[in-house]
């Protein structure tokens, strides 16, 4: 099956700081989505992508759909406290069951103030 | 505010017990997930349901079983809890299509004792 490999596994920055983190595919992609979770919270989305090239920003955050579809980027610019939590990514695929998503296993942040 | 309503926040329950969560969404989306998440190990798909009394193994659906019998209902069972069942499980939904992504519930902490 599709399987993502999400990089890095954690990250530990000071306040202030820029994250980057990344996820690659072993195939294709035609969706790409980043999703964060609170401790103790389930996963919320953050960012959708949907054409390869794509560059979405959301306030702080911005989101790229590599060219090739097999892999997404995302980036915090100066990181505060409440970015705190697990950065996930997730795709979708083309036929089969296109409505089901692959995640990665996840970015564990911890910002230190 | 659309919701993913788990019924329970925190769970004991006792080896062997028969376990049942229970997950609401209030979106009438036609897809039902669960996932239960491990450190580690991400979040790995144990069942989902495309439409009412569908429902589809994901990766890990041994010794789990659902229940869809209304639309917006999606209940998890446990047929015999064991301890290495004891996990956080999320509840999520979507809309049919390729393009939307996954609402999640807040999740439901099991520990099985």
């Known amino acids: 099956g599709q399987q993502l490999n999400q990089s890095p596994q954690s990250m530990f920055i000071q306040e202030g700081e820029d994250v980057s983190m990344n996820c690659t595919s072993s195939?294709?992609?035609?969706?790409w989505l980043w999703y964060k979770q609170d401790p103790g919270e389930g996963p919320v989305l953050l960012i959708a992508?949907?054409?390869?090239?794509e560059l979405t920003s959301n306030g702080r955050l911005t989101a790229q759909f590599g060219i090739t579809r097999k892999d997404s980027f995302l980036n915090i610019s100066a990181s505060i406290p409440s970015d705190v939590g697990i950065y996930f990514c997730?795709?979708?695929?083309?036929?089969?069951?296109?409505?089901?998503?692959?995640f990665g296993k996840g970015t564990l942040l911890t910002v230190n103030p | 505010d659309v919701k993913v309503t788990q019924s329970s926040r925190y769970l004991v329950k006792r080896t062997g017990e028969k376990v049942f969560l229970e997950c609401v969404q209030d979106?009438?989306?036609?897809?039902m997930f669960w996932y239960r998440q491990d450190p580690g190990l991400g979040l790995r798909l144990i069942y989902f349901?495309?439409?009412?009394?569908?429902?589809e193994k994901g990766d890990i659906p041994e010794g789990y079983s659902v229940s869809r019998e209304k639309k917006e209902r999606f209940s998890l069972i446990l047929e015999s809890a064991s301890t290495n069942q004891t996990s956080m499980y999320l509840c999520?939904?979507?809309?049919?299509?390729?393009?939307?992504?996954?609402?999640f519930g807040s999740g439901t902490r099991l520990t099985v004792v």
């Open positions: 195939s294709i992609f035609n969706t």
């Open positions: 999520a939904s979507s809309q049919g299509g390729r393009d939307y992504g996954y609402t």
């Open positions: 997730a795709g979708r695929g083309s036929g089969g069951s296109n409505y089901k998503l692959t």
């Open positions: 349901s495309y439409d009412v009394k569908m429902k």
């Open positions: 992508l949907y054409k390869a090239g």
């Open positions: 979106m009438d989306h036609e897809n």
